[in-house]
């Protein structure tokens, strides 16, 4: 009994075990902020990644330069095209895409009002037409906590526009 003692009284005063257990209380912490910083970078790099189509679709335009209608259809089924495939997401000819859709269309701009009309012409004939061709895309980013119960899917909305005429 007394060894059983002396025993017991040696593993109180040992302190090597500390460190494994307080190890066992921050692990599982350390584990979870990394896997944190990771998602939120997915995150960040997915968003980036849309802002540089979208960026890239401009650059698209302005180097077309439409004049006509023609040209102009062309060039958006082009940058509809590009847009899709650079990001996977479905092109629609829709001026609302659903998520996971990507889309490029016209609008247009009487004078210096602030608002955009989807079809051509003014009701003031004196005030000049402005044309605008627009990209957006809509798609979700799931993050694997969401897995967990934590959080929910992002949805992320890129929406870029250049002015042609």
Not at 40 to 54: H, N, R
Not at 93 to 121: D, L
Request: proline share 3%; charged share 15%.
């Amino acid at each position: 009994m007394i060894s059983i003692l002396r025993w017991g009284n040696r593993f109180v005063r040992e302190d090597r075990a500390s460190v494994l257990i307080e190890t066992a209380f921050v692990a599982p912490v350390l584990v979870g902020l990394t896997l944190g910083g990771v998602e939120l970078g997915a995150m960040y790099a997915k968003q980036t990644e849309l802002q540089q189509v979208a960026s890239n679709a401009m650059e698209i335009v302005l180097t077309a330069a439409p004049k006509t209608e023609t040209e102009g259809a062309a060039t958006i089924a082009q940058v509809r095209a590009y847009a899709a495939s650079a990001t996977g997401l479905t092109p629609t000819t829709s001026t609302t895409p659903e998520v996971g859709q990507v889309a490029v269309f016209k609008r247009y701009r009487c004078g210096n009002n602030s608002e955009r009309q989807a079809t051509y012409g003014c009701s003031n004939t004196s005030q000049t037409i402005s044309t605008f061709v627009i990209v957006y895309m809509r798609t979700n980013y799931r993050p694997v906590w969401v897995d967990y119960g934590v959080g929910h899917a992002m949805e992320f909305n890129v929406r870029r526009s250049v002015q042609i005429g």
